[in-house]
């Protein structure tokens, strides 16, 4: 009987290729193992931006979680953050959720909630879970009679942890629904928004430097905006930059209501990759930039952290604001060694994985949701780790969570993340950590 | 509106209560869920996981599969994960997925033992009921599958039913134990906290059984009736703070929130004053007194608070009762406020 965890190397796994992923990798294969490690990336509403925070994203607004009480439980974390005036509950109980009755009482709750608050919300999320992805619940329906019933704006938050691989997973339909109240209005040729994350970019990401350089005199953000009037004028940008997969959906739905196209951008850790980014975002915007100093910057973060402690042996995980591989296969170009790491491999990031193989291909990857990381123990050589979940495994290692709320984007991610653990480096070696 | 919370957050369902009395004896234990669910038992239920290793996981359904009902794809994965990890038993545990698409889990049961080997203990519990529900229903099990043999009594040894963190906010028994040690019992057994599944196969060597939470009380009605071992209701783990403020009131009108048991025990150290003892969760009859209520809604709480002087509750509750101009004393309970909390 194995005691062990689960890993394939980097070049055993490129060799099966993309079709032939073994079934310990796939979470749809096994049982998920909610690890320590991973409970941010696999509860969906507790700390991080699951869809309860992400559908209050758009300012002023509350939530009506429709469902089991289970569902709703661990929005108490959410207290700490400010939140604990923002959500009301409606408690299905079993009957509710055989005979569906409780439809009728959504517009009535929604109704109630809006008369109850001192100022009235700006919309009122309404949402609903794994019941009524089984019930075929059209909340569309449901949400034109709430706002009818309220006065309010009604919006549907779609937590279906069911359908967490179908083409539009409840995250890419959360992203869709905060900027669903967004109305046409003549856009600006000086203003552009940013979409892809709940929090906005690091203040210091130079693609605000970049975009200034390029007459672009309003970023909008929903993360930046403060109230509803804010977020309202996001539609006045006269083009967007997608800054993950996920808001595409979003985006294309602002394209075809609101006539704003967009650009995709990925965020990566390869300095050259990054500098080939900006080529092609200035050549979709017609002007060229200057993103020489940022360049040389990041570049000197890395230098900095391999002249002064060598070629680092890190442990990768994918409790962070990068991609797993993207970011090995990065650390890897650098001169440094990827000895683990804990990650979900797909379509997305396959390329990178394809790369990291020949370049190292003694990597172990694990997946932190397969049951066997039970078993987990580290039997590689590894020098400092990167992700909450590495820093799990690891707790005696230095490390950086590299998770914060302020999104890294660009050079100045490459930058933080390098001068990150450079400093974690420092504080183990004097003891402090 | 009934069932509409606007103070409260949920408090700590049936599959959360059931998964915490399973979490120590060594089985493998699924919920039958998407994922959110085991993600709210593990990060904020349970708050052994971070200190204790437990084969708990998700069943990751996802929409074919409960459209479907490919409960031989669950079990598939159950004996693969058997094949991973040494068990003594495994668990399935409901939530509302199964409840929608009106899982057999009888049948469930079945297929699992026939595919593993081992027993298997599957429990309908659907995500809308309290945590006590839940741990009822797998106390009351587990009893009925594991506590079969007769074997002699041992006089001096005590076992106790209702400890989980749910209850108690506590992760280890220790304090309890040595507790009751003090009182006379030379072995002390809490089932499913630093015990294993050995111990429940062996209850019927009890002398007497300690219920703390109405939960254990269908499980000591199956000893009693199947062993013939008494139990009585109580709660030892008061917090020493709650029992100095409630002794020093005197004339007040007061009200006790907290699992039933808990509240009457404290409800003993008043004096000469009037007391009524409410909660949200299992309230069993036989151990109430008049006056005693079962609440349902915030409203139920705003109206039992209304004419009394003093408030004996979880912080959580405040919000509820912002009108409440009377003394505060604040008693946690794990169930309520949860890791958010920190009461443990």
Redesign the interface.
């Known amino acids: 009987?194995?005691?062990t965890a689960y890993y394939i190397t980097a070049a055993e796994l490129a060799a099966r290729g993309q079709a032939d992923i073994p079934h310990e990798l796939l979470?749809?294969?096994?049982?998920?193992?909610?690890s320590?490690a991973t409970?941010d990336f696999?509860?969906?509403?507790?700390k991080g931006f699951g869809v309860k925070r992400a559908g209050l994203v758009i300012p002023e607004s509350v939530m009506l979680l429709v469902?089991?009480?289970?569902?709703?439980?661990?929005?108490?974390?959410l207290?700490?953050l400010g939140y604990?005036e923002r959500?009301?509950?409606?408690?299905?109980?079993?009957t509710?959720?055989?005979t569906g009755r409780y439809l009728t009482?959504i517009p009535?709750?929604c109704a109630?909630?809006a008369a109850?608050l001192d100022k009235k919300p700006s919309a009122i999320m309404i949402c609903v879970?794994?019941?009524d992805?089984?019930?075929g619940t059209d909340m569309e329906r449901v949400c034109r009679s709430s706002t009818e019933a309220a006065g309010v704006p009604a919006v549907p938050a779609y937590?279906?942890?069911?359908?967490?691989?179908?083409r539009l997973p409840p995250m890419a339909l959360a992203r869709k629904s905060i900027y669903s109240l967004l109305e046409k209005q003549p856009r600006k040729s000086d203003e552009c928004a940013i979409m892809g994350y709940f929090s906005a970019l690091e203040d210091g990401c130079e693609i605000y430097d970049l975009l200034r350089g390029a007459g672009i005199r309003k970023i909008h953000e929903i993360g930046r905006c403060q109230t509803f009037a804010e977020y309202r004028e996001i539609s006045r940008a006269n083009f967007s930059i997608v800054l993950n997969a996920e808001a595409r959906y979003a985006a294309q739905d602002m394209e075809k209501n609101l006539g704003i196209p967009f650009i995709e951008l990925v965020r990566l850790f390869r300095i050259d990759k990054i500098r080939n980014q900006y080529r092609g975002l200035g050549q979709a915007i017609g002007v060229t930039f200057d993103d020489a100093p940022y360049y040389e910057e990041a570049a000197a973060a890395i230098a900095a952290l391999k002249q002064q402690y060598g070629d680092l042996h890190f442990a990768v995980g994918e409790c962070m604001n990068a991609d797993s591989f993207e970011l090995a296969l990065a650390l890897t170009e650098y001169g440094f060694h990827v000895s683990e790491i804990y990650g979900t491999i797909g379509e997305r990031n396959f390329i990178f994985l394809k790369k990291l193989a020949e370049l190292s291909p003694e990597t172990r990857i694990f997946s932190n949701?397969s049951?066997?990381m039970?078993?987990y123990c580290r039997e590689t050589e590894i020098d400092a780790v990167i992700g909450a979940d590495a820093m799990y495994y690891h707790p005696e290692l230095p490390g950086v969570h590299f998770q914060g709320e302020e999104q890294p984007f660009g050079y100045r991610g490459v930058t933080l993340l390098f001068t990150q653990l450079a400093e974690a480096m420092r504080l183990r070696e004097g003891g402090s950590v | 509106?009934k069932?509409?919370?606007?103070h409260?957050?949920?408090?700590?369902?049936?599959?959360?209560g059931a998964c915490g009395v399973l979490y120590e004896l060594g089985g493998i234990t699924?919920i039958c869920?998407?994922?959110?669910?085991?993600?709210?038992?593990?990060?904020?239920?349970e708050p052994r996981?971070?200190e204790k290793?437990a084969?708990?996981?998700?069943?990751?359904?996802?929409?074919m599969d409960?459209?479907l009902g490919r409960d031989d794809q669950l079990v598939a994965?159950?004996a693969?994960?058997c094949?991973?990890?040494?068990a003594e038993f495994t668990a399935i545990i409901g939530?509302?997925?199964p409840?929608?698409?009106a899982t057999d889990f009888h049948a469930l049961e079945r297929m699992s033992e026939r595919k593993t080997g081992l027993p298997c203990i599957a429990l309908p519990t659907?995500?809308?009921?309290?945590y006590d529900y839940g741990e009822s229903m797998a106390y009351e099990a587990l009893f009925r599958r594991f506590a079969t043999e007769t074997l002699p009594v041992k006089p001096k040894k005590l076992g106790i039913l209702g400890m989980t963190p749910l209850n108690t906010g506590l992760t280890r028994a220790d304090a309890l134990i040595t507790a009751m040690q003090a009182q006379g019992w030379e072995e002390v057994v809490c089932f499913g906290m630093d015990s294993g599944l050995a111990e429940i196969r062996k209850a019927s060597e009890c002398a007497h059984i300690l219920v703390i939470s109405p939960s254990g009380v269908k499980a000591a009605a199956y000893l009693q009736k199947t062993f013939g071992t008494p139990f009585t209701a109580d709660y030892p783990l008061l917090p020493a703070e709650v029992i100095t403020q409630a002794e020093a009131l005197r004339g007040k009108r007061v009200l006790i929130v907290h699992e039933q048991f808990a509240a009457n025990a404290l409800r003993k150290h008043l004096t000469d004053c009037t007391c009524k003892c409410a909660t949200w969760f299992l309230l069993e009859r036989q151990f109430a007194e008049a006056g005693d209520v079962r609440i349902a809604e915030e409203q139920q709480l705003i109206d039992a608070a209304a004419d009394c002087d003093v408030v004996i509750a979880d912080e959580?509750f405040r919000?509820v009762l912002r009108g409440f101009a009377g003394q505060w004393i604040s008693f946690p309970h794990y169930a309520v406020?949860?890791?958010?909390?920190q009461t443990a």
């Open positions: 009987m194995a005691q979470s749809a294969k096994h049982f998920i193992y909610s320590p409970l696999n509860s969906p509403g507790a469902a089991p009480g289970c569902c709703g439980r661990n929005t108490a974390l207290d700490e604990s959500f009301f509950y409606l408690m299905l109980d079993d509710d959720i055989v009482k009535k709750a109630e909630i109850e879970t794994c019941v992805a089984l019930l937590m279906y942890a069911l359908t967490r691989e179908k949701l049951p066997t039970l078993n | 509106m069932k509409l919370l606007k409260l957050s949920p408090l700590a369902p049936d599959d959360s699924v869920d998407a994922g959110g669910c085991a993600g709210n038992v593990c990060g904020f239920d996981w971070h290793k084969a708990l996981f998700s069943a990751g359904l996802r929409d409960a459209i994965k159950l693969d994960i094949g991973q990890i040494n939530t509302p997925v409840a929608v698409i659907d995500g809308t009921r309290l959580r919000r406020s949860g890791a958010a909390g």
